[in-house]
């Protein structure tokens, strides 16, 4: 049972006048008898809750910063009206303000034998799973007094996807693929490259691209044409270790490597490179195999790496290398989005390089705190020379991890979170008109 405010008023009111004509225990019990009896009476008469039913409907899934609908429809099996508030408990993170969480309550009445659908709208503020945890109900009787409570679990999830903020990035990505396949379709010969046709031999041609066959069987002299190939394997590895936790202005490291890798998925794919995913830090955190995902592999991508979070430990280097090896059996671009931190770099990865270098092209990937520069150009008090020679020092720790990688035939994009994923994606270009992939 449940007093209402409107109980306290009432005894309040009614002990008034007792308190001042005739104050004692007679007096109280005049009052109380009867207040007792209509509380006793009013819970009785309120709907119950534990026979109430409850059903969930609405959207799954939701990309970070929009809205999700969720229906709950209540139906009242008694023969009592309900008079009800409710409250529809989620995370706190299912709202990005504690304003919108007012959208979780309700107040309703439903007829006996009839039923009233709710809406709770959502506005998640992290990725990952959201679960209802529970519905509370309050029952009223018909005079506001008292009331019957009790909660029924309702299970609901809302997967709250990445946002993939540069997919506005991805018509001019695109446009300049068409370009770069416009001009490497020029009927070339080179290693790594695809036989396409047969022409007419013109003087300047190759005399290697001559196809003796052929010519055997025609009056003329032909030659071989060649195309750039397709279907490259791209393995894009994500370190999920304590690095990627971080933040950058208002997102962590992980989450902006989350949207580079989406972009670089999104145009490989319309290259017609074969791209799978990786997430590790000690162990395999999410994969996605090109094979398995068909046609829809960037709803795979999203699907796999919305759940993700970092894990707070050291990245086991050497596994995460025997993983990628594993899992990129033919020579690939191998795209590692990790930290160019000094000390993860150096007694991480550079140990392991040499096997990745030797059978793939590797790219690093590393989101960089615009803070860090901010901090090096501060001048005019004591404080700011200390920021300064501090974000100096830390912009020439990362150039010399850069350079390091680099000795070792590795390309290095170190870029804002707002700046990473065009990066990624112009150094995915860069690489395909160079034919190094």
């Known amino acids: 049972m449940a007093l209402t405010g409107r109980a306290a008023l009432v005894a309040a009111l009614g002990s008034l006048p007792v308190a001042i004509v005739a104050p004692s225990w007679t007096g109280v019990l005049a009052v109380d008898v009867p207040l007792s009896l209509a509380i006793l009476c009013d819970y009785?008469?309120?709907?119950?809750?534990?026979?109430?039913?409850?059903?969930r409907s609405?959207?799954?899934?939701?990309?970070l910063g929009e809205t999700?609908?969720?229906?709950?429809?209540?139906?009242?099996?008694?023969?009592r009206p309900l008079r009800a508030h409710l409250r529809d408990a989620w995370p706190p993170s299912s709202w990005s303000s504690e304003a919108e969480q007012s959208s979780s309550r309700h107040e309703f009445v439903v007829a006996a034998g009839e039923r009233r659908r709710l809406t709770t709208v959502l506005r998640p503020s992290r990725r990952g799973d959201r679960r209802?945890?529970?519905?509370?109900?309050?029952?009223?009787g018909p005079l506001g007094l008292a009331a019957r409570q009790g909660y029924h679990r309702v299970p609901w999830t809302v997967r709250v996807l990445p946002p993939f903020t540069s997919r506005k990035h991805l018509p001019s990505r695109l446009a300049r693929l068409r370009e770069l396949d416009g001009r490497t379709s020029v009927l070339t010969r080179g290693e790594g490259t695809e036989f396409d046709s047969l022409r007419?031999?013109?003087?300047?041609?190759?005399?290697?691209?001559?196809?003796?066959?052929?010519?055997?069987?025609?009056t003329g002299v032909a030659v071989r044409t060649w195309r750039p190939e397709r279907d490259r394997h791209i393995l894009v590895v994500l370190d999920t270790g304590r690095t990627s936790a971080g933040r950058v202005g208002d997102i962590?490291?992980?989450?902006?490597?989350?949207?580079?890798?989406?972009?670089?998925?999104?145009?490989?794919t319309r290259a017609g490179d074969r791209v799978n995913l990786l997430a590790y830090d000690r162990r395999v955190r999410a994969r996605v195999q090109h094979k398995a995902a068909g046609g829809d592999l960037l709803s795979a991508f999203v699907g796999a790496l919305a759940p993700l979070e970092p894990a707070l430990v050291e990245t086991d280097a050497r596994g995460l290398s025997a993983t990628a090896l594993a899992s990129a059996p033919r020579r690939s671009l191998l795209?590692?989005?990790?930290?160019?931190?000094?000390?993860?770099?150096?007694?991480?990865?550079?140990?392991?390089?040499?096997?990745?270098?030797?059978?793939?092209?590797?790219?690093?990937?590393s989101v960089a705190d615009p803070k860090v520069e901010a901090m090096a150009r501060a001048r005019g008090t004591v404080d700011a020379t200390y920021e300064a020679a501090?974000?100096?020092?830390?912009?020439?720790?990362?150039?010399?991890?850069?350079?390091?990688l680099r000795r070792h035939g590795v390309t290095v994009v170190d870029a804002p979170p707002d700046d990473l994923a065009p990066a990624l994606a112009d150094a995915y270009l860069a690489l395909k008109a160079a034919g190094r992939l």
């Open 390 to 404: 501090a974000g100096a020092q830390t912009q020439a720790q990362r150039r010399r991890t850069a350079d390091q």
């Open 335 to 365: 795209v590692l989005l990790t930290s160019l931190d000094a000390a993860p770099i150096e007694e991480g990865l550079l140990p392991v390089l040499p096997q990745l270098t030797r059978r793939h092209t590797v790219l690093v990937a």
């Open 58 to 63: 609405g959207d799954t899934s939701v990309r």
């Open 200 to 218: 007419a031999y013109v003087p300047g041609d190759d005399t290697r691209s001559i196809d003796w066959r052929a010519t055997a069987r025609q």
């Open 132 to 140: 209802s945890e529970r519905v509370t109900v309050r029952s009223f």
């Open 68 to 79: 999700a609908t969720v229906q709950l429809t209540v139906t009242n099996p008694s023969r």
């Open 252 to 268: 962590p490291r992980l989450d902006a490597a989350m949207d580079a890798s989406l972009l670089l998925a999104a145009l490989a």
């Open 44 to 55: 009785a008469l309120a709907a119950p809750v534990r026979t109430l039913q409850f059903t």
